[in-house]
């Protein structure tokens, strides 16, 4: 039996470290980062469910909007518990 290993269809392009196979994960964002990432991904959320919502899938949109304030959360809770000052 021969096996071949196929290239994927699609290549991961940019400096996306989850997207790219092999490239190393950032595991220490500054606290401004990391808040600034938990906020976008909520916006990415809100606006996945309002596209959902407009092509007429209500069970997907509703899933997408209530994820919103859990990342909204995240990141108020980060802004409690770390400084955001620069460091000296």
Known sequence: MFIAIARPAVEPQ????????????IHDLTPRALHARLLANAAQ??????ERKACGRAEDADYWLH????AVK???ALREERSFAPLP
């Not at 940019?14 to 994960?25: K, R």
């Not at 959320?45 to 309002?50: A, K, Q």
């Not at 994820?67 to 859990?70: D, K, L, S």
Request: glycine fraction near 12%; avoid cysteine; charge should be positive.
């Open 67 to 70: 994820a919103v304030p859990v």
């Open 74 to 76: 995240k990141a108020s």
């Open 14 to 25: 940019g400096p996306d470290a989850v997207a790219v196979p092999g490239s190393p994960a």
């Open 45 to 50: 959320r809100r606006l996945r469910g309002l």
